[in-house]
């Protein structure tokens, strides 16, 4: 799989005093004549900010200590704001009174020279300020004088100076002259703070437009993304809290196709560095050179007969034997060899065996693609005068009547007679003493699965072992 990689560093190059940046004031407002006042105060960050470690303070005039303090409390979550205020101060106007906050003190007011500021803990560690700590000085915002005295200060966008930045002199930070304009601001009539924020700290940069294949992956913010979407990563650099680079993810549609396969059942088949014996379908992923991978499905089939049969005895000629195809699948050519130098083509045939002994029969079987099949067992035919009965090596007790029960064509037997069956793993599932005995394939009421079992018979004082085959 390709993918593809990119990654933005963060830096800053802030002057810091103090306080690491996090929070910061985005709005300011003096309500006439001058004793009340509200700040927003806005979580920049990523992560929530536990409260409980700031207070806002407020200094009059050039002290440097301040004339009240008030600690704040609550979690401000990512992006959020919260409004401080004192509009219980008595001199407060029933205009400001009625406006909305979340954080309600009883600081002393301001006029044009203080300063209202956040804090960490109750000291002198300044995270932000409107005004100029220290200093009486009536400061010029964005070319207004006086500009906090009675007026309502709206940070721009994309300002992220705050007052741990200030040096008197640089851009968008607290001078200590009044002849020196703030920028960064905006000076507006006051007005009630809005609840909310309608702040944006970044700006959007450089936009970009990727495309990645079904399966691949893009590198961005640290992140590998494998979605399409919007995202974002930032860039900080020199007083401003920078700008938001913008990813615009997309997949690319993979190439499908579609493979179907196919061989004989006893054959194998070679795919894709692999030997495969089973039908099975799976997803094949293959390469393109400049483009996506294709998605192929793979399909493959094993077809074909399965060759089987089974036999019976008749009472009348113990030589002349009854074979059944049981073979599955489309049978279109049929070839039995008895053994004996003899064949057929027919699909049930009968034959007789001359003489006495073991005679290996196979059966072959094909259907019309040529795929084919053989199976081959060992039949004993006993010589006639022998007392011995005919033992079976097969049946089959499926339900179709013939051949559905494991039996001995026999009208006596010896008084000794003992017909035990064991399955492979030695647990007998059957016994009889009769010489009519019919074993229908079952033991305890459940069905024997198809495979070997093993008989054991005595017969006049000799003991017999054979195997036995069970089909179903």
Same mark, same amino acid.
């Given at each position: 799989m390709r993918a593809l990689l990119l990654s933005f560093l963060a830096f800053s190059s802030l002057t810091v005093f103090g306080q690491a940046n996090d929070l910061m004031i985005t709005e300011y407002v003096d309500w006439n004549p001058g004793s009340g006042w509200a700040i927003k105060v806005y979580n920049p960050t990523a992560n929530p900010i536990n409260l409980n470690a700031y207070y806002v303070q407020v200094y009059n005039g050039s002290n440097t200590s301040s004339t009240g303090s008030v600690q704040l409390g609550g979690i401000l979550n990512a992006g959020a704001s919260i409004i401080i205020s004192n509009a219980d101060n008595t001199g407060s106007s029933a205009d400001f009174k009625a406006c909305s906050d979340q954080v309600r003190t009883n600081l002393g007011g301001v006029n044009n020279d203080d300063c209202i500021a956040i804090t960490l803990g109750n000291t002198n560690t300044f995270v932000d300020m409107v005004g100029l700590y220290g200093v009486a000085v009536k400061n010029q915002v964005a070319g207004v004088n006086n500009a906090l005295k009675w007026q309502k200060l709206v940070r721009l966008n994309g300002n992220c100076t705050r007052y741990t930045s200030t040096d008197g002199s640089s851009a968008n930070s607290w001078p200590s002259s009044a002849s020196v304009s703030v920028t960064g601001?905006?000076?507006?009539?006051?007005?009630? =703070?809005?609840?909310?924020?309608? @702040? &944006?700290? %970044?700006?959007?940069?450089? $936009?970009? &437009?990727e495309s990645i294949c079904q399966g691949d992956s893009f590198l961005f913010n640290g992140q590998y993304l494998k979605s399409?979407?919007?995202? @974002?990563? $930032?860039?900080? $650099?020199?007083?401003?809290?920078?700008?938001? $680079? !913008? =990813?615009?993810?997309? =997949?690319? !549609?993979?190439? *499908?196709?579609?493979?179907? *396969?196919?061989?004989?059942?006893?054959?194998? *088949? @070679? %795919?894709h560095n692999g030997w495969f014996r089973n039908d099975t379908n799976f997803i094949h992923q293959k390469p393109n050179a400049g483009t996506c991978d294709s998605i192929i499905n793979v399909e493959i089939r094993f077809t074909g007969p399965q060759a089987n049969f089974s036999w019976q005895y008749p009472t009348s000629d113990s030589s002349q034997i009854q074979f059944q195809n049981f073979s599955t699948g489309s049978v279109d050519g049929v070839l039995w060899d008895f053994g004996d130098g003899d064949s057929t083509t027919l699909f049930d045939p009968q034959h007789q065996f001359e003489g006495e002994g073991p005679f290996k029969v196979s059966l072959w079987v094909s259907d019309s693609e040529g795929c084919g099949d053989s199976i081959s067992y060992w039949l004993y035919i006993p010589d006639s005068e022998l007392k011995l009965p005919i033992i079976p090596n097969i049946f089959s007790p499926n339900g179709d009547f013939m051949n559905d029960t494991y039996h001995f064509d026999i009208n006596r037997a010896p008084a000794d007679f003992e017909v035990h069956i064991f399955d492979r793993h030695g647990l007998e599932v059957f016994q009889s003493r009769e010489a009519d005995f019919a074993w229908d394939g079952k033991h305890q009421g459940q069905a024997c699965g198809t495979g070997t079992y093993f008989l054991q018979l005595q017969w006049e004082g000799e003991i017999y072992k054979k195997f036995l085959s069970l089909q179903r």
């Open positions: 601001w905006q000076v507006e009539p006051p007005t009630c =703070l809005s609840i909310g924020s309608n @702040f &944006s700290p %970044y700006s959007i940069g450089n $936009t970009l &437009s399409p979407g919007t995202y @974002f990563d $930032t860039l900080s $650099t020199g007083g401003t809290c920078g700008q938001i $680079t !913008q =990813l615009q993810l997309s =997949l690319k !549609q993979a190439l *499908l196709g579609q493979v179907s *396969l196919s061989a004989c059942r006893q054959d194998s *088949l @070679f %795919y």
